[in-house]
């Protein structure tokens, strides 16, 4: 950018700032515009209380010109606070990328200004991660992972001054020069290869990321739930109650299945399976608190959707000529949980029989009068549609104008135009995940 532009564009901005900032800034907006003065992190100590974050993960991974805020949700709207802190960082918009959570019991808002990328750019990343993390945040309140998709979002962006904004350093259409000789064409050849070369790897990249995102998704629907029946199976003491004695075992028996499973999953349906199996242990440890006269705990919530006839009262189903024990809810002794469906009814049953007739149904090639599909194919399927209705619900988070950008080349950059949604409730504590929040 040559001196004039320079010069205009401080101008202008030095204008804008006469005419938004407030008479007096808010103390969280002082102290993070000192603390960031030096540092790219910055975390107001009244949200550090109810929030979980890795300040060191986010202190080294954030890379240089992009500052991150963590403010309480009275400072303001985050779009105007990234702006605000923006233009005081960097007035002359040599370039500089801000973002802003902010939040309050549960609750968060996120977005970010520019002036390093093209306009919008930074404000569609603070969407896109507020969208991929919302399921984990409401889980766990831990805000290190979206933060830390968000700064590592900026790798590979489309600086301003560039022909991926569209226009030039100055602000004009750029336009190729006519060259007698032909050699001309050979950087458009070159660039088009190296657009192609650097979207493949681009690709790639993504898709990684996007499997990173869905397994630790998937994890933090799990480990609430992991963590609470550790607590359960360590400290309940069933005294003399043969009904709590009973529960306890097979919460235990649950817990240490649900560890094996844990230690090898590396799928979402795996993780899926490891949460069904953790609950199910839950459930045993809720009736051995109820036995023993003690506050059950927060709601839980169900192992799998019901599908087709349901267990009404305790009786015995005959499944290919042998009889098995059911119970409508869990029962001491009856740990395992089946959704129903194939002629079975749902319920709690004492062994998982329905697992070994699948496996004899492969080895003979058909499924033994339990009807197409079998149980791990019902369950994968109604797993998957509840899983894409959570992500649905994600991307209708977070809609909204990006407005925080400073600096473009044009003078009269486009910030301060609207605010960012995606508020959400933080749920119930004591549960985690499903129990406190989406599930």
């Given at each position: 950018m040559s001196t004039a532009p320079r010069i205009l564009l401080a101008a202008a901005w030095l204008g804008m700032l006469a005419v938004s900032m407030p008479a007096s800034a808010t103390p969280p907006i002082d102290?993070?515009?000192?603390?960031?003065?030096?540092?790219?992190?910055?975390?107001?100590?009244?949200?550090?209380?109810?929030?979980?974050?890795?300040r060191n993960k986010l202190v080294s991974d954030t890379p240089a010109g992009v500052k991150i805020a963590v403010l309480p949700e009275s400072a303001g709207s985050p779009t105007a606070l990234a702006g605000e802190i923006g233009r005081a960082l960097d007035p002359s918009g040599k370039g500089l990328t801000v973002g802003v959570l902010t939040a309050n019991a549960g609750n968060y808002a996120f977005d970010a200004g520019s002036s390093a990328y093209c306009v919008g750019y930074?404000?569609?990343?603070?969407?896109a991660v507020l969208n991929a993390n919302v399921d984990q945040l409401d889980a766990t309140d831990d805000v290190t992972p979206l933060l830390d998709d968000f700064a590592q979002s900026f790798a590979d962006a489309r600086r301003r001054g560039t022909s991926a904004c569209g226009s030039t350093a100055g602000g004009a259409a750029a336009s190729p020069k006519k060259s007698d000789n032909g050699s001309g064409a050979w950087p458009w050849i070159i660039g088009i290869g190296?657009?192609?070369?650097?979207?493949?790897?681009?690709?790639?990249?993504?898709?990684?990321?996007?499997k990173k995102r869905e397994l630790d998704l998937a994890r933090a629907k799990v480990m609430p739930y992991y963590d609470r029946l550790a607590s359960e199976v360590s400290s309940l003491d069933p005294k003399d109650d043969d009904t709590a004695l009973q529960a306890i075992a097979d919460a235990s028996e649950r817990f240490d299945a649900a560890g094996s499973q844990l230690a090898t999953a590396d799928s979402v349906?795996?993780?899926a399976q490891v949460r069904r199996t953790t609950l199910?242990?839950?459930?045993?440890?809720?009736?051995?608190?109820?036995?023993?006269?003690?506050?059950?705990?927060p709601e839980l919530p169900p192992i799998d959707a019901p599908r087709g006839e349901q267990l009404a009262e305790a009786r015995e189903v005959t499944v290919q000529g042998k009889a098995y024990?059911?119970?409508?809810?869990?029962?001491?002794?009856?740990?395992?949980?089946?959704g129903g469906g194939y002629g079975v009814p749902g319920g709690w049953y004492a062994t998982p029989f329905w697992e070994t007739l699948l496996i004899g149904s492969v080895l003979t090639g058909g499924l033994g009068g339990w009807g197409g599909?079998?149980?791990?194919s019902g369950y994968d399927s109604g797993y998957q549609t509840g899983y894409d209705a959570g992500q649905g619900a994600a991307d209708d988070q977070g809609a909204g104008d990006a407005g925080a950008d400073w600096g473009s080349g044009d003078v009269g950059a486009d910030w301060g135009s609207g605010d960012v949604g995606g508020d959400w409730g933080g749920g119930d504590s004591g549960g985690g995940g499903d129990s406190g929040g989406s599930g």
């Open positions: 102290t993070a515009e000192a603390a960031l003065q030096t540092a790219n992190l910055y975390v107001d100590p009244q949200v550090a209380k109810g929030i979980k974050i890795d930074a404000g569609e990343k603070a969407r190296v657009v192609g070369a650097g979207g493949i790897g681009g690709l790639a990249w993504y898709r990684r990321r996007q349906d795996k993780f199910e242990g839950l459930h045993a440890a809720v009736t051995a608190r109820k036995a023993l006269g003690l506050d059950p705990g024990q059911g119970y409508p809810d869990y029962t001491p002794g009856a740990p395992y949980y089946y599909g079998g149980f791990g």
